[in-house]
């Protein structure tokens, strides 16, 4: 059994910051590409950024120069360090892992986050 617990979300101001955790627990192999993806109402889900097992990162075009996404590896753990945070960047904001787990080393598959939603407003 593995589990993604997101947490960090929450009210923010335009402008402001916020940084996301995803914490990862279970029966873990390997861990290879981490992401975060969001989704706002009424809108499908889309991705933000990633970042591999050896830390090559990925942003989509709305948030670079904005967003960092960091890995702690000896944690199983990936962050999203949000800043210059805008009204249209609130949506529920989902971790992302490609797992292995101790059962089957040999394969990996997607496990997702239970959410945690930003909202930016004033």
């Known amino acids: 059994q593995v589990q993604l617990v997101e947490s960090g979300g929450g009210l923010v101001q335009p402008g402001g910051s916020l940084r996301l955790s995803c914490a990862t627990s279970g029966s873990i192999f390997r861990i290879n590409a981490m992401g975060w993806y969001r989704q706002a109402p009424g809108k499908q889900r889309e991705s933000v950024a990633a970042i591999t097992n050896v830390g090559t990162t990925n942003y989509s075009d709305f948030v670079k120069g904005r967003f960092t996404i960091s890995r702690d590896n000896a944690k199983n753990t990936v962050y999203l360090q949000m800043n210059s945070l805008k009204p249209e960047d609130t949506a529920v904001y989902y971790c992302?892992?490609?797992?292995?787990?101790?059962?089957?080393?040999?394969?990996?598959?997607?496990?997702w986050g239970q959410g945690t939603q930003v909202t930016v407003s004033s």
């Open positions: 992302n892992a490609q797992i292995s787990t101790l059962r089957t080393p040999l394969w990996a598959s997607d496990y």
